[in-house]
Nanobody, 120 residues
Framework: QVQLVESGGGLVQAGGPLRLSCAASGSIFSINTMGWYRQAPGKQRDLVATITSGGSTNYADSVKGRFTISRDNAKNTVYLQMNSLKPEDTAVYYC??????????????WGLGTQVTVSS
């Protein structure tokens, strides 16, 4: 019903920037929260940042001041601008969204993930 397509991952040197994008499509009536989570090898999936439809943001302490989340409601797209990247930011980054479908059913949807690798 709802698909999320992520892009922008890759390999970057420590201190460098990277920008992730995630576009939602399908049977969408409205989108509430959009966000990014990440999962490093052997670890649980953790919140990175979220943004509501009204623009309120929430960040993990580890990324505050370095990452910026934004969204384009007209395009159903969320972005994550990552600056001053550190090797510990290496993980698979997953896009998340809470959607009300055209059938007026609300649910959570996840992307397949995009790898971000930061070399020291």
């Amino acid at each position: 019903q709802v698909q999320l397509v992520e892009s922008g991952g890759g390999l970057v040197q420590a201190g460098g920037p990277l920008r992730l994008s995630c576009a939602a499509s399908g049977s969408i009536f409205s989108i509430n929260t959009m966000g990014w989570y990440r999962q490093a090898p052997g670890k649980q999936r953790d919140l990175v940042a979220t943004i509501t439809s009204g623009g309120s943001t929430n960040y993990a302490d580890s990324v505050k001041g370095r990452f910026t989340i934004s969204r384009d409601n007209a395009k159903n797209t969320v972005y994550l601008q990552m600056n001053s990247l550190k090797p510990e930011d290496t993980a698979v980054y997953y896009c998340y969204t809470n959607v009300r479908t055209k059938s007026f059913v609300r649910g959570d949807y996840w992307g397949l993930g995009t790898q971000v690798t930061v070399s020291s």
